[in-house]
């Protein structure tokens, strides 16, 4: 993969409180960690992003932005080729006091309003960018939340497994086969999973699968061939896995607004 630096610009002010910085991006680039003095809604109307901040990962559909409070470390990286769209927040205009990251629905007006600002650029009248930006404001503090969230370790060892795995949640290797190419226990890397993260690495394992799976879901890939992605023996054995993690299956949870 390659590394890239955040993207350069201007940042917000208290006159025009909401900004951006579009830029076409390929897969499997990485926008380096990094922090910003004002909050930040990351977002792409097209292709799927990961984001990793306050120690865990998000996958993030067109459907979905994630709120980045300002001087949280994130990491953005590109599972598809996407036009990233961050939004800049003024500090003091914050949609979520107190909340580090949140993931968020983005509704049709949200996104027609962000595309506005885009389709404007550097020459929207200030009065305009201004009035775009409140009415930003006012529909993200609404937008309901979509939290799939997947914690991640400080533990190098145990980090670059779990990235790793990321990468490729389908593979469907054992914790003693992981540990074999980590150069360490298995009973270390178990011990590791419960201590960093408060659950098993088969626990740990489904929530990647299972937040990989569901925005696959939200893009309109079948059933068959999502479970088939992940992993598992089955269409059967995923809808199963499903509902017993979210109380429905994918059918009824994404007719249901769930996601």
């Known amino acids: 993969m390659r590394t890239l630096p955040p993207a350069a610009g201007p940042g917000p002010t208290c006159e025009r409180p909401v900004g951006l910085s579009a830029r076409d991006l390929p897969a499997d680039v990485v926008v380096g960690a990094h922090s910003h003095e004002w909050g930040q809604l990351t977002y792409a109307a097209d292709g799927m992003l990961r984001v990793s901040a306050d120690g865990g990962s998000w996958i993030v559909p067109p ?26 927040v003024h500090a003091t205009r914050a949609p979520f006091p107190g909340e580090n990251c949140r ?14 600002l885009v389709t404007g650029g550097d020459g929207l009248p200030e009065r305009r960018a201004a009035l775009l930006g409140e009415l930003i404001l006012d529909e993200l503090a609404q937008a309901p939340t979509r939290p799939i969230r997947v914690p ?13 795995l990321m990468e490729a949640p389908g593979d469907s290797r054992t914790l003693g086969e992981w540990a074999r190419a980590a150069g360490a226990s298995e009973r270390t890397l178990a011990r590791l999973f419960e201590t960093e993260l408060g659950m098993s690495f088969g626990q740990w394992r489904r929530q990647v699968r299972l937040a990989h799976g569901a925005s ?40 249901a607004g769930l996601t």
């Open 216 to 255: 696959l879901i939200a893009r309109g890939m079948p059933l068959w061939q999502v479970a088939e992605q992940l992993g598992y023996a089955s269409q059967s054995a995923f809808t199963a896995m499903f509902r017993k993690t979210f109380g429905a299956p994918p059918s009824a949870y994404f007719a």
């Open 103 to 116: 993931v968020v629905e983005v509704g049709a007006l949200l996104r027609e309003l962000i595309a506005a």
């Open 63 to 88: 459907q979905r932005a994630i709120w980045i409070a300002p001087h949280v470390e994130h990491e953005v990286t590109l599972l598809e080729a996407a036009r990233l769209t961050p939004l800049r």
């Open 152 to 164: 991640l370790p400080r533990d190098k060892r145990l980090l670059h497994l779990c990235r790793a």
